[in-house]
């Protein structure tokens, strides 16, 4: 979901974690202890920029779900969407109602959709517009691992991906033409068991020939650790394992 801006404050909010990384700013990371606490210092953080600030908002897997959606003979983008809105609460387990949206615009193969609860996606924009701020997108944030992982390696190279945040781990398993299946799980709060669910997942997926990394949204500050930081929202406190 995204409007219009550049050069961007990033604002990551997450069931465990809120982040800040942007231009003239000292990146910034605090634990949450849920989404209602998790909003409130979101909505702080925003008090303190600047007015007219341009934000990139990211919200973790927990708070932003995957939905594949199947080809559906005959059916137009419009209806597509309809069947995503009508089915996102039981496919994510989020509560209703939901906000959905489908990423990108190939018409053919399996679709991937985008459902964050209603009340997250108001309290966020109202919390900008109170500050007086330009709010540019409002994305999960494993779609910007998944974009970067896709535009760092050459195409059709990857036979899958796993992206680890604070609160979840979403993998995408590679098809013939696009994802042939995309799981998530939550909560996934540690690294390491991150990692070992998505090597099961991977076995049970049985993805082609190639590599499955997983990009995992860490804590702590990683500057000079190799970091993608000019790639990657969020880029200092992100590290690659794998492929």
Do not use: K
Request: aromatic share 6%; glycine share 10%; hydrophobic share 50%.
């Amino acid at each position: 979901m995204w409007w219009a801006g550049s050069n961007p404050v990033d604002l990551y909010v997450g069931t465990r974690r809120v982040a800040r990384v942007g231009p003239c700013l000292p990146a910034y990371a605090t634990l949450v202890m849920g989404p209602e606490h998790a909003l409130l210092t979101a909505a702080e953080q925003l008090q303190a920029l600047a007015p007219r600030q341009r934000v990139r908002q990211w919200l973790s897997g927990g708070l932003c779900r995957p939905i594949l959606l199947q080809p559906t003979a005959g059916a137009a983008p419009a209806e597509m969407e309809q069947i995503a809105q009508a089915t996102a609460a039981q496919r994510t387990g989020l509560a209703a109602p939901c906000r959905v949206w489908i990423e990108g615009r190939r018409q053919r193969g399996p679709r991937l959709a985008v459902a964050v609860a209603e009340p997250v996606v108001a309290a966020l924009e109202t919390a900008a517009r109170a500050a007086r701020l330009s709010l540019i997108s409002l994305q999960p944030w494993w779609a910007d691992a998944l974009r970067y992982a896709l535009e760092s390696r050459p195409a059709n190279s990857l036979a899958g991906l796993g992206v680890h945040d604070c609160d979840s781990l979403t993998v995408f398993i590679a098809g013939p033409s696009g994802f042939a299946a995309v799981s998530h799980f939550s909560p996934v709060l540690d690294r390491n068991n991150a990692l070992a669910v998505l090597a099961r997942t991977v076995v049970a997926g049985a993805p082609g020939p190639g590599p499955v990394p997983c990009i995992c949204l860490g804590s702590e500050l990683l500057a000079g650790a190799g970091a993608p930081t000019a790639a990657l929202a969020l880029g200092p406190f992100v590290e690659v394992h794998g492929g």
